[in-house]
């Protein structure tokens, strides 16, 4: 098992960014070097104090951009990407596999039916036509496996590499490594599960990284953002006004205490919010988008809307130099029970939407600088629980990736014949994320932050780049 | 977790891959040099594919020496697995070589006598090269000859001696085998077939597989090609000889040419480059380098020393880098120069020496002897002042002006009174001061500053506020919160009875081992004290997730040794400032804190758990006890393995932080002063030695907090690495105050509000934040030097203005709004969240309120607000709240648009700005003159200057006009409001100076 509590033998005590921590920063302030440098205020400070402000990775990177599309609650890779043809021959078989819930079933097999597509000839099932498309775009890795067999520790790790609560997720750690490009937007965005959030709102925290990192969750309907509608007793003049009288009073003290810079940076945060109002209304509202465009996402469809005005929505955030999108699925692939029901509803709802995301990034000439991974927190078991669902299992579940610098149509990692366990070429989700930071030009064992005595990182002690499904 | 990329052991089985010497590398399947000296592996150098190597089957038979081995008895040395492609690269060539340098150990040895054989027994064979008394003898099955390779190739009678020699046998492809013998052809025959036939055996060594063929004699080099060598090149080799040096001999550092010593000259090298992950604790790879006989003896994988040959020592080969990938010390680590290589072949050449009696046993433990945090508390003299200081009053004022005086620079000048109250209110009890209160300081100030500041402090530290204030520091660090965390996040209704503890605790001013004590034992102390008991939800702050029985057993282990984990490291880190949790799968790799260690540690909580109950007076409450009073068989689970209980670890505490009484002690004590409770008195032995200064874990535990009251009053710890006080943790800007303080801190009773007062009443704590005039111009040359010698301020020449954490905001906003409801204690109040930040799914027990009121039951101090770990409260959230997941010593301070948005946008913002607005137009009427004025005076303990006023007035005019025109019903009052928000969003509303 790996270690639960990570312990640092990163050697570099303060980390070269120690100075963030004083200075702050944040979804989008403004860069400070410019206005303090043309008001000739700052001789000797560093280059900058917006710790967003975008910089170079350890390496040029291929991603730019990620959008995760995160498949809460679970899918099962036997019965969508990994068919297993000795599972379908021992259905019904007993066997001695311990399950999560306890009490499982015999070895159950796939209720779905699977061909192959594209060059690569990869399997997909029935459910997943569309996506199945863009298999020879993809890179699937199907040896995954992670610590726990329940969903909020899963969730925890496989956004923090720990599967315990309080750790920096990987977005913020891209965050702080990488900066954003667009100052008016929070570079880590979530598109949640309408359905609210297991584990809440420490699934894209920043854990000890300054908050700055932290993922906002944008909703996809209504007020996109918190506190970005005005009180109903003001308007944008009344705040405009405020905000020049504050810049006046502001002034003042500034003038009594040059040199902080932590007080021009809070000032111009207050202007940021004010323009932020209009930003972040803009880019979420897809009303300028062509039907057409509705369309391939499967927004016209009410079993698609919901995942498509999200995968929609993140296009437009990456578009507009969003660093880091997560797209929670709704509701839960969590299926217990009835299992065909289930996936046949969440693959319904996600289908069109992903495979109208990965066709319009590659139309826009996206796709090769946004990486898309799409997987849940753990997968399934090959045994059956109730009659026809299958319980959780974190011994093998897969995860795909496609876009920039990924290998297309090829496959990493085999779990075993009847796909319980991962045995060939395991991944852990130290590995997943060292080759997403590798993708986006970090070195995951360089991207430390010092915390409580010593050097942390995204993957902990341990992570191998899966150079196999590099292009 | 261990790292293989730090591991020494990874790397032993290829060293020596010769790839370019004077030998002939040309078809080299496998080459055996005999270099490892020790051990029961021989490695195969020959660089090519994965390594052949052979097993010793039994090593006593053998003995090492430099460049060879000795059979001197029976044994056999057999390849680790069959040498499949051995076997195809020959089959493929159909050509081959055997080449060995063997000294026989005498000329009757028969059978033939196997000296290199890739056969299965002794009649199925491909190839065998053997010695048959005093002949060489080969045997090669081809399909021409019989499965035992007969007829063989045998050389005159005669050719074989107890001499060292040169012996090879090579079949090339048109079948001629040829034997030399020290580079002389001596016997030269045709062998037809071809060599399709041959299967997969082992390779061997010195006997056959079946063990009936011994050859004794010494070994000094084994080869085989897949080639037949050409005459020249046989020569080649016969005269690179039987020892020669690798190539890379070339690029590593001379020995140094002198004798040298293992304590002076060696020891020191291996101390600093190599114990880190090869000494007790962290043997990397088994290889322990600080103890003589594990030093000789190597690593799993074989010795690294050869005495009297440093080439043939593998830690030559790492240290000097020839292999920029293997190098050892590994990755950022400073590499050894060469001189400090050459020393180390010096020692090695020269039979590497190692006097007895200098093993170091374990390196971290002698480093923790030294380390300056661990020792017993020092008694301090104050300094004598040398001149220069005109401006001490106190004792820490004279440790800071030392280091000040010494540097050339001075403190700043004392800040004005008003500011010097606002201050001091915010410090001490976290709320800002009414303008009479400021008035009546800045008056008594006038007549004696030393006495108005000393009654202020006095005064504030005696407000029941003040506890309200400082308990939030302690709150942080303990990860205190009213929920359980994980995915069902049940509400802990009872958890307040901790949280009013540690206020009470504070405000009555409790000797701080009393407070620790208690905190982990004080049901084992005081079994009918509601309050002490209560006082163990010091234990049970942290999240917990229980899952019943019918779940994986797997995952409720996880549950329940994650949430141990987590008490024993947020004990350690928030009282002992040490890191413990690393320990769990490894022994910490800098302190002195072994993994068994852990367990022992461990093994104090493992006999009990927390429980919701009846305290002793028959309240509800949560806390920790034992299950009763028998202990809990703990186990030192190696990697964090559940499942592995081998190893029984009884109680115990760190070695390095204890001074000759062991936790049977303290635990026999505890047991016999204790009254009669049901529980394993464990955590109370604990307790005694955690704050006991003379044999166990006080001075530490008064070093921490004293330097986090210091932290919490200047913004930053004399020691800056406030949660590592181990061996990697900064050292304190000024070692003697922080002892003096500690001493004093301890002698008289663990009083924190005698420190508070020492501090505040300090001319360093009440010196002003700012040394610039506008643009950046230093007031002074003194000013201007300060900047340059000591930019960050670390020797405390200026304050740093410090922003108010989001609890003293909230509190001052609702303060100055006359709208703080100041009802302290009891049950939390649950403010009002908006449906956007109230999305935790899959909560168990009562969900958080959707409607919860804004009204005076929701606008006490911010200390009473109920955090549900899953639902936080957004204004706090986005102000560096931390999420009390795990502990926190040190809030953020970060600047971010979306706090400004709450400024902005918030309801409860908004709210309190009407309220202010309502509180001055009640005084002030319609004067606007005034109402600024009372504005300034409340929010900011000043006047305002007449361009704020101006600029104030005009701004309350202009929304007035605004709102009257759009007809709003209030326009007079959401005008003020307008104002109030705006002050409430100023940098003066939020930092202090």
């Given at each position: 098992m790996n270690s639960p509590f990570p312990c640092g033998r990163?050697?570099?005590?303060?980390?070269?960014?120690?100075w963030l921590k004083r200075a702050g920063g944040g979804?989008?302030?403004?860069?400070l070097t410019n206005l303090l440098n043309s008001e000739r205020l700052?001789?000797?400070?560093?280059?900058?104090?917006?710790?967003?402000a975008p910089h170079d990775g350890h390496f040029p990177a291929k991603a730019k951009a990620v959008i995760w599309l995160f498949m809460e609650g679970a899918p099962s890779a036997v019965d969508m990407f990994d068919p297993k043809p000795e599972l379908t021959r021992r259905d019904g078989e007993k066997t001695d596999i311990k399950a999560f819930n306890g009490n499982p079933g015999p070895l159950m097999k796939s209720p779905f039916s699977f061909k192959q597509y594209g060059e690569c000839g990869q399997a997909v099932c029935d459910k997943y036509t569309h996506v199945a498309k863009h298999v020879d775009k993809m890179a699937f890795i199907k040896s995954c496996y992670s610590e726990s067999n329940d969903h909020v520790p899963a969730i925890y790790q496989i956004n923090?590499?720990?599967?315990?609560?309080g750790f920096p997720t990987a977005g913020a750690w891209i965050n702080y490594g990488l900066g954003t490009e667009?100052?008016?937007?929070?570079g880590y965005v979530v598109l949640g599960n309408t359905k609210g959030a297991?584990?809440?709102p420490h699934n894209w925290g920043s854990g000890f990284l300054p908050t700055s990192y932290q993922g906002t969750l944008f909703r996809?309907?209504?007020?996109?953002?918190?506190?970005l509608n005005r009180q109903p007793e003001m308007n944008e003049l009344d705040q405009r006004a405020q905000l020049d009288l504050m810049a006046k009073l502001n002034d003042e003290h500034l003038k009594r205490h040059h040199g902080e810079a932590e007080f021009v940076a809070r000032m111009q945060s207050f202007e940021l919010a004010f323009r932020m109002q209009t930003e972040a209304r803009d880019v979420v509202?897809?009303?300028?988008?062509t039907e057409q465009t509705h369309a391939m996402y499967g927004i016209n469809n009410p079993a698609s809307k919901s995942y498509g005005s999200k995968c929609l929505m993140a296009r437009r955030l990456v578009e507009s130099g969003v660093r880091f999108v997560q797209v929670y699925s709704d509701?839960?692939?969590?299926?217990?029970?009835?299992l065909a029901a289930n996936h046949t509803e969440h693959c319904e709802a996600t289908d069109v939407p992903i495979a109208g995301l990965l066709e319009d990034l590659e139309t826009r000439g996206l796709l090769d600088s946004t990486l898309v991974i799409w997987g849940g927190e753990f997968g399934r078991m090959p045994v059956s629980q109730n009659g026809n669902g299958r319980d959780h299992n974190p011994n093998g579940f897969l995860q795909w990736m496609a876009g920039a610098g990924v290998k297309g149509g090829v496959s990493y990692g085999e779990t075993d014949e009847i796909g319980y366990a991962a045995v060939e070429n395991r991944v852990s989700v130290n590995d997943l994320h060292a080759t997403l930071l590798h993708l986006l030009g970090l070195d995951h064992k360089r991207l430390t932050y010092y915390h409580n005595g010593r050097s942390f990182r995204l993957t902990d002690v341990a992570g191998n780049v899966i150079h196999e499904v590099l292009a | 977790m261990r790292t293989s990329l730090f591991c020494l052991f990874v790397l032993i089985s290829h060293?020596?891959?010769?790839?370019?010497?004077?030998?002939?590398?040309?078809?080299?399947?496998v080459l055996y040099?005999?270099?490892?000296?020790?051990?029961?592996v021989v490695h195969d150098?020959?660089?090519?594919?994965?390594p052949l190597d052979l097993a010793i089957?039994?090593?006593?038979?053998v003995q090492w020496s430099q460049g060879f081995v000795t059979l001197r008895n029976e044994t056999l040395m057999k390849s680790d697995r069959p040498a499949k492609k051995l076997r195809q690269s020959i089959v493929q060539s159909k050509e081959l070589t055997i080449e060995a340098w063997v000294k026989p150990a005498?000329?009757?040895?028969?059978?033939?006598?196997?000296?290199v054989s890739f056969s299965s027994?002794?009649?199925?064979?491909?190839i065998t090269l053997g010695q048959n008394a005093n002949a060489w003898e080969a045997r090669l099955r081809t399909?021409?000859?019989?499965?035992?390779?007969?007829?063989a190739t045998v050389t005159a009678r005669?050719?074989?001696?107890n001499e060292l020699a040169h012996i090879v046998y090579a079949r090339d492809l048109s079948g001629t085998a040829t034997m030399y013998l020290n580079s002389l052809a001596i016997v030269s025959q045709s062998v037809g077939g071809d060599?399709?036939?041959?299967d997969d055996f082992h390779l061997l060594l010195a006997n056959e597989a079946t063990g009936d063929r011994a050859w004794l004699g010494e070994l000094h080099l084994v080869a085989i090609y897949s080639r037949a060598l050409l005459p020249g090149e046989v020569k080649q080799n016969y005269e690179a000889g039987s020892d020669q040096e690798p190539p890379w001999a070339e690029s590593v550092p001379s020995p140094v040419a002198r004798t040298v010593?293992?304590?002076?000259?060696v020891q020191p090298i291996l101390r600093a480059?190599?114990?880190?992950?090869?000494?007790?604790?962290?043997?990397?790879?088994?290889?322990?380098?600080?103890i003589k006989s594990l030093a000789m003896e190597g690593g799993e994988h074989g010795p690294v020393l050869v005495r009297g040959n440093s080439l043939a020592s593998s830690i030559v080969h790492l240290v000097s880098g020839v292999e920029p990938d293997r190098?050892?010390?590994?990755?950022?680590n400073e590499p050894l120069n060469a001189e400090q290589i050459g020393i180390l072949r010096a020692w090695i050449d020269q039979g590497a020496a190692w006097p007895a009696?200098?093993?170091?046993?374990d390196p971290r433990l002698e480093k923790a002897r030294e380390h300056w945090s661990f020792q017993r508390l020092k008694k301090t003299a104050m300094p004598v002042s040398?001149?220069?200081?005109?401006?001490s009053r106190t004792s820490i004022d004279a440790f800071i002006a030392e280091k000040l005086v010494e540097n050339k620079i001075s403190v700043s000048k004392p800040l004005p009174p008003n500011a010097l109250a606002r201050r001091i209110y915010f410090d001490v009890i976290g709320l800002p001061p009414t303008p009479e209160q400021v008035d009546t300081f800045v008056s008594s100030y006038g007549e004696d500053p030393i006495q108005a500041v000393s009654s202020l402090v006095d005064q504030l530290l005696s407000s029941q506020h003040y506890g309200e204030r400082w308990a939030r520091h302690w709150l942080d660090l303990v990860r205190f919160a009213e929920s359980d965390g994980q995915?069902?996040?049940?509400?802990?209704?009872?958890?307040f009875r901790y949280r009013d503890f540690v206020i009470h605790a504070l405000n009555d001013d409790m000797p701080f081992d009393q407070f620790v004590r208690w905190q982990i034992a004080g049901d084992e102390y005081e079994p009918n004290s509601p309050v002490a008991v209560a006082a163990t939800g010091f234990l049970t702050a942290g999240t917990n997730s229980v899952l019943d029985e019918k779940f994986i057993e797997e995952e409720r282990l996880f549950n329940r040794y994650n949430e141990l984990d987590d008490v024993i490291s947020t004990l350690g880190t928030s009282?002992?400032?040490?890191?413990?949790?690393?320990?769990?799968?490894?022994?910490h790799k800098y302190d002195a804190f072994s993994a068994r260690e852990y367990y022992r540690l461990l093994s104090v909580f493992h006999s009990g758990d927390r429980k919701s109950g009846k305290l002793p007076n028959g309240e509800d409450g949560l806390f920790f006890r034992d299950f009763d009073s028998s202990v809990r068989t703990t186990w030192?689970?190696?990697?964090?393995?559940?499942?592995?209980?081998e190893l029984e670890v009884k109680m115990g505490f760190p070695s390095m932080l204890?001074?000759?009484?062991d936790a049977d002690q303290y635990w026999t004590e505890a047991k016999s002063e204790s009254?009669?409770?049901?529980?394993?008195?464990q955590r109370r032995a604990l307790a005694e030695w955690i704050t006991d200064v003379e044999f166990g874990g006080g001075p530490l535990l008064a070093r921490v907090i004293v330097n986090r009251i210091w932290q919490h009053h200047f913004g930053?710890?004399?020691?800056?690495?406030?949660n590592d006080f181990g061996v990697r943790g900064e050292l304190p800007t000024h070692p003697d105050l922080l002892e003096y303080l500690a001493n004093d801190f301890v002698a008289n009773g663990w009083q924190f509000k005698r420190l508070h007062r020492m501090i505040l009443n300090s001319a360093v704590y009440q010196q002003g934040s700012k040394r610039w005039?506008?643009?950046?111009?230093?007031?002074?040359q003194q000013d201007a030097d300060a900047m340059k010698v000591d930019p960050d301020n670390r020797l405390l020449w200026k304050m740093t203005p410090m922003r108010l954490e989001v609890e003293a905001l909230r509190d001052a906003m609702l303060s100055v709004s006359g709208a703080?409801?100041?009802?302290?204690?009891?049950p939390s109040f649950k403010p009002y969240i908006p449906p956007e930040a109230n999305l935790a799914r899959n909560?168990?027990?009562?969900?958080?309120?959707?409607?919860?009121p804004d009204n005076a039951d929701t606008r006490?101090?911010?200390?009473y607000m109920f955090h549900k770990r899953l639902v936080p409260y957004p204004l706090f959230q986005a102000f560096?709240?931390?999420?009390?997941l795990v502990g926190c010593s040190r809030r953020q301070n970060t600047t971010v648009a979306p706090q400004a948005m709450a400024m902005l946008n918030d309801r409860f913002v908004r709210d309190c700005a009407i309220d202010f607005a309502r509180h001055l137009l009640a005084d002030g009427g319609d004067n606007d003159m005034k109402l600024v004025e009372d504005s300034f005076r409340l929010a900011f303990s000043r006047r305002p200057s007449d361009l704020e006023t101006e600029a104030s007035i005009s701004f309350i005019q202009a929304q007035r006009e605004a709102r009257e025109e759009r007809d709003r019903l209030e326009a007079p009052i959401e005008a003020v409001a307008d104002y109030c928000q705006t002050l409430f969003g100023l940098n003066e509303f939020i930092y202090v100076d």
């Open positions: 990163v050697v570099q005590p303060v980390g070269r960014r120690e979804a989008g302030m403004l860069a700052l001789a000797d400070e560093p280059a900058s104090l917006n710790p967003m923090s590499g720990l599967a315990r609560p667009n100052q008016d937007l929070p297991k584990g809440g996809s309907q209504g007020t996109p953002i918190l506190n509202d897809l009303s300028k988008e509701g839960e692939w969590d299926a217990h029970s009835n | 060293v020596n891959a010769w790839s370019d010497s004077n030998r002939v590398t040309n078809g080299l399947q040099t005999f270099d490892e000296g020790r051990g029961d150098v020959s660089g090519t594919g994965e089957i039994d090593a006593n038979m005498n000329d009757t040895q028969s059978g033939p006598a196997r000296i027994d002794t009649s199925h064979r491909n399909t021409a000859t019989s499965e035992n390779g007969t007829p005669g050719t074989c001696s060599l399709s036939n041959w010593d293992f304590v002076n000259d480059h190599c114990f880190e992950c090869h000494s007790a604790g962290n043997e990397e790879g088994s290889l322990n380098l600080a190098m050892m010390p590994p990755e950022d009696g200098v093993d170091v046993l040398k001149g220069g200081d005109v401006w995915e069902s996040d049940r509400d802990r209704p009872t958890a009282m002992l400032g040490i890191t413990v949790g690393c320990a769990r799968c490894h022994d030192l689970f190696r990697r964090s393995d559940f499942f592995d209980r204890s001074a000759g009484r009254q009669k409770v049901n529980s394993t008195f930053q710890g004399l020691v800056r690495t406030e005039s506008e643009r950046w111009q230093p007031y002074s703080l409801n100041l009802q302290a204690f009891g909560i168990k027990g009562e969900n958080y309120p959707s409607d919860a006490r101090r911010s200390v560096d709240r931390p999420d009390l």
